[in-house]
């Protein structure tokens, strides 16, 4: 107030007037909003000035509307607006340039209706208008109207004396409002902080404190104004704040951490920061704190992390072999773990042979000199001290006072401090690790420090068991992989490969780490890659299983593999990679080519039968009867020649059925013996290629094995890889044939059984084979020539296969063909077989010929006649055993009966045969036929006949046949030549 009242005596207005206004002024400044501030200004003007009404524009400091204050006195009614009335509205343009009082006059009226001496109603008229304005910067204005009589210039020095007391007042009242304001902001920043904020004096006595300290210490804060701030600190604190206190004295900050004690007794560890300031003259101290409490135990936590781990290293490195040692280990880290100076270890359990529980116990005593304890194993005691504790709550179990006299143990005696954790082991034994004699109390991170310790051991056992087993189950499977023959893969999602076995790298001819880390870019040629990566890419766009065959050619060798590919999946069902499991089927494939060569040639021979039976009836007939009319005929007559021309005719007749039959009855009516191989190849040889433009190379091993077989089917096999070289030379070349020994230790070629064989080649310079055709040239009726019939090369592999042996081709267009054949070593000698001519033999007696061809019959009765015998025929078996029966009891025997072997509709030779065996034990029987297949054939005495005449026959050999069977002699299946039975 004292400023106001310097300006109310340099403006000259009257001692009285100067102290009401004095007083009103003293009234405004004590006023706390603008709303009753503009009011009692526009009251206090008015009256000074005598105006009959009056308005009062504030500028609000917080930067809102210009509040506005009407004053009518005669109702002494105020209203509050927020905007000028309009009838002074155009003075509103002028305000900012108003600098002193300013006045109006005789002013017309608005029209706007109302009391004359209402501003906010009617027009006034007049108007005063007293701008508010502190060191240059205006803070309002107070507008005067209806005075009466007008206002004068005695009016506006007044209300310039008004004006500047006016201002110094709402000045004031501004600032003040602007303080408290900002004071209440402080406040509320202090309050509200994060963190603790505490205001003390220089002795340390708290004067104010912040919500989050009463929060972070548990007190209210009337507890802790006043208090001293040692009384919060924890003992170990106390040392340095004295210090700290006279640093801050000196530097007038510091920063320092401390422990301190929440009301509870809870410890806190607590970073300060402190700064001196002046609080209304008295040295004052601020003090920021932050919990560090957290950070402390992350970094005790992490110390403790690194012991544990570094006791984990050493137990993983010293790789311990039992449960003792390791739980020994474990004792000794856990005494450095909680810098204890002694420890034990109890190991209880279950002993299956004495049936009973026993208690094993030794420790360590560091205080001295680390010196072993052991109580050697002896029954589990009943009462049990900690250990047993700790083993049935199944948690660590501390104490830090001494035990009670109830149940104190020996382990207990000398204990201030004990901490027991138990070990339940994988081996399902149970232990307690006993730790004593620490400096100091133990605590629950000890505890929390052993557990994770001792779990993360037995972890670590587990795992290393877990390796051992996967390792042990690694070499397992490694040892699985390679005994197989499949070749089997594995690539990463990349297309590397990650493993193979030993049969995959057999296949790609490398080894193993030549092919592990590559792709198939860096092993294989373009077209195979592509041909894998068009296979690899649709496995993994549909997660299927392929299986397909595969060509392979890797290292020159031609190999058919069977091939299974698929994606390898993850736990969570990613594609992680592709297998492979490829199997050579190379073999297989030729076994199974051999197997349908096989199957057409026994097909041909079922029909060869047939054919041959019916074909060689007629051609028995023609043979019997051309042969029969040549002894008929005079040797130098034309019909003489005609009849030998037929005869030709007839035997090539006889041939074509030869080969038919080959393929129906195999070895079972050949004569084998041991052969001289290279005479078989050589005869055969000369026979072909006679009067051939052909050069002949022979070159015959010296120890070449001599083979067991057929001499005339293996000539007829080398004389038709002779004829097909030939054909295949029509303008000459060169034939070479050669035979060496080879000793197979697997079954290649296929179907060969291990063992040592002859192997022939027969090679030729001709154009080659086909490559289309290959396959196909041991097919029944295959020619690649026009005139061929295509049973040449069927019929060669149809005896070798016969033979035991084995023929394949090898043939490339343009160079030529190579013909090998295998053939089992035979063990005996070689048998030599003499050729004589026999004249023809002739004989007596009756001869009983059963056959259902008549052609057969007539030839065949006249053969007999012609040698000396007299026949008598039968159409099947019942009419010859009705016809023998008679002929006996009539004292006319048969002295042989010659007996077809099939009769459609009738009774046949075999069953025949039987029957009169059983009437006449001495019956000589004789086998015709033209089924050179049938095992009766072969082994005719097992069918109750004597001697076969296979058909077609010649007289000659008729009568060599019965001539040796009706003079006691059995001559089997051989003609008068010696030679093998014609069929």
């Known amino acids: 107030m004292n400023n106001i009242s310097t300006a109310g005596k340099a403006a000259g207005i009257s001692q009285q007037a100067l102290e009401t206004a004095g007083r009103e002024m003293r009234s405004i400044l004590e006023k706390e909003s603008f709303k009753s501030l503009a009011k009692l200004l526009c009251e206090t003007t008015g009256r000074l000035i005598g105006a009959g009404a009056g308005y009062a524009v504030l500028i609000n400091p917080t930067g809102g509307k210009p509040e506005i204050s009407v004053w009518d006195p005669s109702s002494h009614n105020y209203t509050m607006r927020s905007s000028l009335p309009s009838c002074i509205a155009d003075l509103d343009r002028n305000i900012n340039n108003l600098s002193k009082p300013f006045y109006r006059n005789n002013l017309p009226g608005s029209g706007e209706g109302g009391s004359a001496r209402s501003v906010g109603g009617a027009a006034g008229r007049n108007l005063m208008t007293i701008p508010l304005v502190m060191d240059s910067c205006s803070l309002g204005f107070i507008g005067l109207t209806d005075k009466l009589g007008g206002f004068t210039d005695e009016d506006v020095r007044k209300a310039e004396d008004l004006s500047r007391l006016a201002a110094v007042a709402i000045a004031r009242n501004i600032s003040l409002e602007m303080l408290s304001a900002r004071e209440k902001q402080y406040r509320d920043l202090f309050e509200h902080a994060g963190e603790p904020i505490a205001v003390s004096d220089m002795r340390g006595i708290l004067l104010d404190v912040n919500r989050k300290t009463c929060e972070t210490l548990g007190y209210s804060k009337s507890e802790l104004l006043g208090k001293n701030i040692r009384s919060i600190l924890h003992p170990e604190s106390l040392a340095g704040i004295a210090a700290r206190l006279e640093e801050a004295r000196a530097e007038g900050e510091f920063v320092f951490e401390a422990a301190c004690l929440r009301k509870d007794g809870a410890r806190l560890d607590m970073e300060l920061s402190s700064r001196i300031f002046d609080y209304y003259g008295t040295q004052t101290i601020l003090t920021l704190a932050k919990d560090v409490s957290g950070r402390k135990r992350s970094a005790q936590a992490a110390i403790h992390d690194k012991e544990r781990l570094e006791s984990l290293w050493k137990i993983y490195k010293h790789q311990a072999k039992g449960i003792k040692e390791l739980l020994d280990y474990l004792l000794e880290e856990s005494l450095k773990l909680t810098a204890s100076r002694a420890g034990k270890v109890y190991l209880h359990y279950y002993d299956a042979q004495k049936k009973n529980f026993f208690l094993e116990i030794w420790g360590r005593d560091r205080e001295n000199k680390d010196r072993v304890i052991i109580s050697p194993p002896m029954p589990a005691p009943r009462k049990t001290g900690i250990w047993g504790e700790a083993i049935a709550l199944g948690k660590p179990v501390l104490r830090n006072t001494a035990a009670s006299s109830r149940t104190k143990s020996a382990s207990d005696a000398n204990a201030a401090g004990c901490l027991a954790v138990p070990i339940f082991t994988p081996e399902q034994n149970t232990a307690v690790i006993e730790l004593t004699r620490k400096d100091g109390p133990y605590t629950d991170s000890d505890a929390r420090q052993l557990t994770m310790l001792v779990d993360s051991v037995l972890e670590l056992s587990k795992g290393r068991k877990a390796e ?36 995959a790298a057999a296949i790609m001819h490398k080894k193993p780490e030549e092919v592990v880390g590559k792709t198939d870019a860096e092993l294989f040629p373009e077209e195979k890659i592509r ?48 297998f492979s499991m490829a199997r050579d089927i190379t073999e297989r494939k030729q076994m199974e080519t051999e197997l349908l060569n096989v199957q057409k040639i026994e097909s041909l021979g079922v029909m060869a039968g047939g054919i041959a039976h019916d074909f060689n009836n007629m051609l028995t007939a023609v043979l019997g009867n051309t042969s029969l009319a040549l002894e008929s005929v005079p040797p130098r007559s034309q019909l003489f020649r005609l009849l030998t021309n037929a005869l030709k005719a007839s035997r090539a007749a006889q041939e074509l059925t030869h080969q038919l039959q080959t393929f129906a009855r195999g070895n079972e009516t050949a004569a084998m013996h041991v052969l001289d191989l290279p005479r078989v190849i050589k005869e055969a040889a000369a026979l072909a290629g006679s009067g051939a433009r052909t050069k002949f190379v022979f070159d ?19 004389n038709n890889l002779v004829l097909n070289a030939l054909q295949a030379m029509p303008r000459g070349g060169a034939i070479t044939i050669k035979t060496a020994p080879v000793t197979i230790q697997e079954r290649i070629p296929p179907g060969l059984e291990p063992g040592v064989y002859a192997r022939i080649t027969v090679a030729d310079t001709g154009a ?75 004989g007596k007696g009756r001869i009983l010929v059963m056959d259902d061809d008549k052609f057969v019959l007539d030839v065949l009765t006249i053969m007999l006649r012609r040698l000396g015998y007299t026949t008598q025929t039968a159409v099947d078996g019942r009419v010859a055993i009705d016809t023998y029966t008679r002929a006996a009891a009539a004292k006319r025997p048969f002295g042989a009966v010659i007996m077809d072997l099939t009769i459609p509709g009738g009774m046949g030779g075999d069953e025949a045969a039987k029957r009169l065996r059983a009437i006449d034990p001495n019956v000589k029987l004789v086998l015709s036929s033209g089924y050179s297949n049938k095992s009766v054939m072969a082994n005719c005495a097992q069918h109750t006949f004597d001697t076969i005449l296979p058909k077609p026959y010649r007289i000659q050999e008729v009568g060599e046949i019965m001539a040796g069977l009706l003079s006691g002699k059995k001559p089997g299946n051989k003609t008068k030549k010696g030679k093998e039975a014609r069929t």
């Open 468 to 503: 051992e087993e996967v390792a042990k189950n690694r070499c397992i499977l490694n040892a699985i992989l390679n005994s197989t023959p499949d070749a089997i893969t594995a690539k990463d999602i990349s297309g590397r490969y990650t493993t193979l076995n030993t049969g």
């Open 531 to 578: 041909q894998i990566s068009k296979t690899e890419k649709r496995i993994l766009a549909t997660g299927k299983i392929e299986t397909f065959e595969e060509e392979a050619g890797i290292g020159g060798k031609k190999q058919t593999l069977l091939v299974t590919r698929g994606p390898l999946f993850g736990k969570t069902g990613e594609v992680m990679g592709i």
């Open 700 to 718: 015959f091993k010296p120890d070449t094995p001599a083979v067991k077989g057929s001499e005339g089917q293996l000539k007829q096999v080398f």
């Open 768 to 842: 080659g084979i086909p490559r289309n055709a290959a396959g196909k040239i041991f097919d029944p009726y295959f020619s690649t020539k026009k005139s061929g019939r295509g049973l040449g090369l069927s019929m060669a592999y149809a005896i070798i296969k016969r033979h035991g042996g084995h023929i394949g081709v090898v043939s490339k267009e343009g160079e030529g063909t190579i013909f090998c054949i295998y053939l089992p070593a035979a063990g005996r000698g070689i048998a030599h077989e003499r050729k004589t001519q026999k004249p023809l033999k002739t």
